[in-house]
C-alpha cells in the first residue's frame, strides 16, 4: 500500500470514528428499554469516497447517477480496493462495534461501501456484522411475546410492539425460513386482541408498512430490475434465463 493509499485509508477510519462516536449515545439504552422487541437503534452505514473526499451516511447510494460518472483522476484500482482498503475497514469496523453500548447497535449491522475508482464506481459490502448472543436474545424475546401477549393475550398490545414485531418476522437475518402462513396468523392475532382499540389503524398500518418494505427490499428485488432511481423507481421484469 503505497503513501497516497495509507492516506485515504486514514481519513476513511478516521470518518468512521466520527459517525460511531455520534451513534454511541447513552440515550439509546433508554430508547430500546420501551420493548422487549428492539435490540438496538442503528444498523446501517454507508460509506462514500470520490474526487478525494471522504463521508458517512445512513443513505442508500443512488446508483444509477453514479454509473454516468468515470473514474477519471482517481489513484484507488478496484483490485487495490477489494484487497487492500476493504478488508482494513471491514476489520477496524467490527472492532468498534464490538465496544459500542449494547442499545445502540442492533443485532446486526451492515456497513456498505461506495467508492469512485480508477475503473470507475465500485459498490461492496464492506462489514456484515452479526451479534449472535443479541440476536439469540432478541428471537426468544419474539417468541415470548407471541405466546403471552397474542396466542393467550386479553389486553391491547402497544403499536410500538407491533411496529418492531411485523419487520422481524419478515427479517431473514432472524427467520430464513420464513413461514407465510405462520406470519399472516400473527399479523391476525395481532389486529384481533386489538378489535375495538382506538389504535387498531395504527397498528394495521404498521404491518402494511411491513410488508410494503419487505416487498420493496426484498420480493421486487428478485424478479424486477429498478430501472428508475433510488427515489422515484421504475420496474422491469427481469429477463427468465434461457
Known amino acids: 500500500m503505497d503513501a497516497n493509499q495509507e492516506t485515504l485509508l486514514d481519513e476513511m477510519k478516521r470518518q468512521i470514528d466520527n459517525w460511531m462516536a455520534d451513534l454511541n449515545d447513552d440515550h439509546a439504552e433508554k430508547i430500546v428499554k420501551r420493548t422487549p422487541l428492539q435490540a438496538g437503534i442503528h444498523s ?50 467490527k472492532d468498534i462495534l464490538m465496544a459500542m453500548l449494547p442499545g445502540v447497535i442492533d443485532y446486526k449491522y451492515t456497513l456498505s461501501g461506495s467508492f469512485h475508482t480508477t475503473d470507475g464506481w465500485v459498490h461492496v459490502r464492506i462489514l456484515e456484522y452479526v451479534d449472535e448472543t443479541k440476536r439469540e436474545q432478541l428471537l426468544a424475546r419474539i417468541s415470548n411475546y407471541i405466546a403471552v401477549k397474542l396466542e393467550v393475550g ?27 402462513s405462520w406470519i399472516i396468523a400473527v399479523f391476525e392475532s395481532i389486529q384481533q386482541v386489538n378489535k375495538g382499540n382506538k389504535h387498531l389503524a395504527e397498528h394495521r398500518g404498521y404491518l402494511i408498512g411491513a410488508l410494503r418494505s419487505w416487498v420493496e427490499s426484498q420480493w421486487l428485488p428478485a424478479y424486477y430490475d429498478n430501472i428508475g432511481t433510488a427515489w422515484q423507481k421504475e420496474y422491469k421484469k427481469k429477463a427468465m434465463p434461457s
Request: proline letters at 6%.
Open 44 to 93: 446501517y452505514a454507508l460509506l462514500e469516497y470520490a474526487k478525494g473526499k471522504v463521508s458517512v451516511t445512513d443513505v442508500e447510494p443512488d446508483l444509477t447517477m453514479q454509473e454516468e460518472e468515470t473514474g477519471f483522476g482517481e489513484f484507488l484500482s478496484e483490485a487495490q480496493l477489494r484487497e487492500q482498503i476493504v478488508p482494513e475497514l471491514a476489520s477496524y469496523t
Open 154 to 180: 386479553k389486553y391491547p398490545t402497544k403499536p410500538l410492539e407491533s411496529f418492531f414485531l411485523a419487520r422481524h418476522l419478515l427479517d431473514k437475518g432472524l427467520f430464513p425460513e420464513a413461514d407465510s
